[in-house]
């Protein structure tokens, strides 16, 4: 009887037939909540076209600028402050004109916003891992080695992130060389950056680790003798890393801002490596020329980015906050 109805319950179909029936990984992840609402959001879609053609570009800068603004025997100063290829005076073989340098302005801004976004994802990477790491162990250890992590962190906070960045460069450049410095810039910046960001995420994997300490996981880790060390590794660690990717998609963008703001003041990239904040101070020089594409073209490339990567960070945190759903 009990073979019998389990028969007629289930009728025997091809195992292949059964499979096919099934969703698959990828409409599982693409019928998600978050797909969904990433889906239902065209502003959200438009930014990350944004981004990602702005990225795309960027990467694959030697493939795609049709000059080097590395390569001298390919400029010449007779080019210099060439018009769009649009106007008048322009030149066909530089779209968005020239630099002061004679530099195709094109070319120019995908080789700049590479190195802005080299800059802007090693200081988040640098912030996020010495931020998560001190936001676990202040709140797991707790007692006076707490008290004194959150400190400095409010310390730090009550003071703009452009002044701490500017007192790090300051202090790095006394101590360096000149030659040294320059050598070492996107370093420096990375360094300089990530210390202006990393109280953010310390304090954000904090809170989420007091409340994961006292869970049932923690306390059955405790009881079958692991170490502190692998249970903030092992346990805790990956249920407080939602919050993490939001806040490091937003600090993304400032971290490219801060790096142009660097630039900007003479104390990040060097002119002869341009980003795009070295490409907006040189180019302000001859604003009031009539030369005006030197910083309107980089200028808007920085504004769209740091907008839609900021876009793509607020639909993130509302799409993982379990509140909205």
Same mark, same amino acid.
């Given at each position: ?161 452009? #002044?701490? =960045? /500017?007192?790090? @460069?300051?202090? *790095?450049? +006394?101590?360096?060389?000149?030659? $040294?410095? &320059? ?118 490339? #920085?504004? =769209? /980015?740091?907008? @839609?990567?900021? *876009?793509? +960070?607020?639909?993130?945190?509302? $799409?993982? &906050?379990?509140?909205?759903?």
């Amino acid at each position: 009887m009990v073979e019998q109805t389990t028969e007629s319950a289930h009728p025997s179909v091809p195992v292949t037939e059964i499979s096919a029936g099934l969703p698959s990984t990828w409409h599982r992840i693409w019928d998600s909540d978050v797909f969904y609402s990433f889906r239902a959001s065209k502003v959200t879609m438009v930014a990350a076209f944004v981004t990602f053609m702005i990225f795309f570009l960027a990467t694959f800068a030697p493939l795609v600028a049709p000059h080097s603004p590395f390569d001298v025997a390919t400029i010449d100063l007779m080019d210099a402050e060439l018009p769009p290829a649009w106007e008048a005076e322009g030149d066909q073989r530089f779209l968005l004109g020239t630099d002061n340098l004679g530099r195709d302005l094109w070319s120019t801004i995908l080789y700049g916003t590479r190195i802005s976004l080299v800059v802007g994802f090693l200081s988040v990477i640098f912030g996020l891992v010495v931020g998560v790491s001190l936001g676990l162990i202040s709140g797991y250890v707790g007692g006076f080695v707490d008290a004194f992590i959150m400190r400095v962190a409010e310390i730090q906070l009550s003071i703009p992130s452009i #002044l701490i =960045a /500017l007192l790090v @460069a300051g202090t *790095l450049r +006394g101590v360096l060389s000149a030659e $040294a410095y &320059n050598d070492a810039i996107v370093y420096v910046l990375v360094l300089t950056i990530g210390t202006s960001i990393w109280p953010q995420f310390a304090r954000t994997v904090r809170g989420s680790t007091l409340v994961e300490r006292n869970k049932e996981y923690v306390l059955a880790a405790r009881v079958i003798g692991l170490s502190r060390l692998a249970i903030m590794v092992r346990h805790v660690l990956p249920n407080v890393m939602g919050p993490v990717l939001v806040i490091a998609t937003i600090n993304l963008a400032i971290a490219i801002l801060t790096e142009a703001t660097l630039s900007f003041l003479g104390v990040g990239v060097p002119p002869t490596e341009p980003s795009l904040g070295t490409m907006i101070s040189e180019g302000q020089n001859y604003l009031f020329s009539g030369l005006w594409w030197i910083t309107i073209f980089p200028g808007i490339v #920085l504004a =769209a /980015l740091v907008l @839609a990567v900021n *876009l793509l +960070g607020d639909w993130l945190r509302d $799409a993982l &906050n379990p509140k909205l759903r």
